[in-house]
């Protein structure tokens, strides 16, 4: 025999403690019977001015930050792109700016491709000087270039 039936054997399995008939279906309306009246007040809060408009305030900001988002993207894609076709107004245009409000043209050419956009647009450097208002230095100015001879293509 094992010793759990021993034991059960000897003690028996009623435990000993009993809870009374009725007990917990009475606990808590003898429990709400011993607690003090407490009268319940409404609680009103002010609102403040500021908690009142806030919202709203919110709802301005975020309309507002739109508004700028949409003006930048605006601005950005609409701004002209300096380049060989339109130099000087633009970069005349840029200059006669009196304040720091410029968006800087970047641009994503290389060297390469900038080289071959000027030389084939000029002959010479005598037509880059006056479209550029710009004078070589002396040391450049014996240099003799020519256009690359456009390829025909043939058929």
Partial sequence: ?????????????????????????????????????YPERERVVPMSLWQRIKPYAYLAAMFAGIWLMMNVFHRVSTSEAISLDNPPAAIASAMELETDEYIPYITVENDYALEREVSENYDSFDDFEEDFGYELSPEYESLDVHAPAAKEKSV
Wanted: proline share 8%.
């Fill in 1 to 37: 025999m094992r010793q759990e039936d021993q034991l059960k054997e000897k003690y028996g399995t009623d435990p000993g403690f009993r809870v009374p008939d009725g007990y917990f279906e009475e606990l808590n309306s003898r429990i709400i019977a011993e607690l003090p009246s």
